[in-house]
């Protein structure tokens, strides 16, 4: 499997990074334009002179060859937005929005799952564990956020609304994470719950199950030994396909929650016409998303090997 599906994520991405650098370049304006929009003082002939240094009067195609060239060489050029090498840049951003949606991804998994696996197991729970799911997909992320903020950092000033706890430890961090990352968990919480319980209803109703009871098993090794098994086979699709979010990041969380991560990241390059930022960061997304996608292909087969077969 690996053998062709490398060379088909490397064929994506060339493809995707020319279409994004085709979509920016064809954008009104371009870094110099906003330049100059920043600092009247700059004449034409000021302009053209830069815009020849840095490539910009060149056609479209030929500058995208020239940077698909350096990103070969390791060289991801410069952010103009912030006048640092665009690794640099990408790399806190990255390590906060991984820190953010990977707890909160871990406990929106581990809680959807056990409520739908139980609900599964007693009816009115699974009533009771879909309602709760549908409220909490009908709930904007936006303003689950405020009201956490209002009860827990206003009201009851138990932590902070928002910002990171640079250099305070790890007890401080934890605090300033745990808003954003109940908000998160409690609304993507909802997709795994209907999932396992919409799985383990159609796994429980199978021949093999009522061999499992009729052999005298414990209802616990029914479920967790037999069924959850084949019912955790389309669970691990959605938590690839939640990847491709744990890179870009959750825009509106982190605003609401003022804390720097790749969502924002992402705006602010592609509204800024940061070329070399707005690429490196989408291509990062689209390479763990098929990273992902391909790791849970293979988790599957693990789980089943008769899906490789």
């Not at 020319?18 to 600092?39: H, I, K, Q, S, V």
């Not at 940077?67 to 806190?92: E, I, Q, T």
């Not at 303003?143 to 956490?148: D, F, I």
């Not at 009871?213 to 939640?242: C, Q, S, Y």
Request: glycine share 10%.
């Amino acid at each position: 499997m690996l053998a062709w599906r490398l060379p088909q994520i490397a064929v994506t991405l060339v493809l995707l990074s020319a279409l994004t650098w085709l979509a920016m370049g064809l954008m009104p304006g371009d870094p110099l334009d906003l330049a100059m929009l920043g600092d009247p003082a700059l004449s034409a002939a000021d302009v053209a002179k830069l815009r020849a240094i840095h490539g910009l009067d060149r056609p479209l195609q030929e500058r995208y060859l020239a940077w698909a060239a350096a990103v070969l060489r390791g060289d991801f050029g410069y952010s103009r937005l912030f006048s640092l090498r665009a690794g640099a840049v990408l790399w806190p951003a990255l390590l906060s929005t991984l820190t953010l949606l990977g707890w909160s991804l871990l406990l929106a998994a581990g809680g959807g799952v056990l409520l739908g696996v139980l609900g599964a197991a007693r009816p009115w729970l699974g009533r009771v564990a879909d309602a709760v799911a549908i409220l909490a997909q009908s709930t904007p992320s936006f303003w689950l956020g405020l009201m956490l903020i209002i009860l827990f950092a206003v009201t009851l000033g138990w932590l902070p609304a928002g910002g990171t706890a640079e250099g305070q430890g790890v007890g401080e961090a934890l605090r300033f994470l745990l808003l954003p990352v109940t908000t998160l968990a409690l609304v993507n919480c909802a997709s795994y719950a209907r999932h396992a319980l919409a799985a383990m209803q159609a796994e429980l109703a199978a021949p093999y199950i009522r061999t499992a009871r009729m052999k005298g098993l414990r209802e616990a090794a029914v479920l967790w030994r037999h069924a959850f098994p084949n019912a955790a086979i389309p669970l691990v699709t959605v938590a690839a396909l939640d990847a491709g979010a744990l890179v870009s990041g959750a825009l509106v969380t982190e605003t609401i929650f003022a804390r720097p991560g790749m969502g924002k990241l992402i705006y602010d390059s592609i509204m800024g016409n940061d070329y070399n930022l707005a690429l490196l960061a989408l291509l990062l997304a689209a390479l763990v998303t098929m990273l992902a996608t391909l790791a849970a292909d293979m988790l599957q087969r693990a789980i089943d090997p008769r899906l490789g077969q």
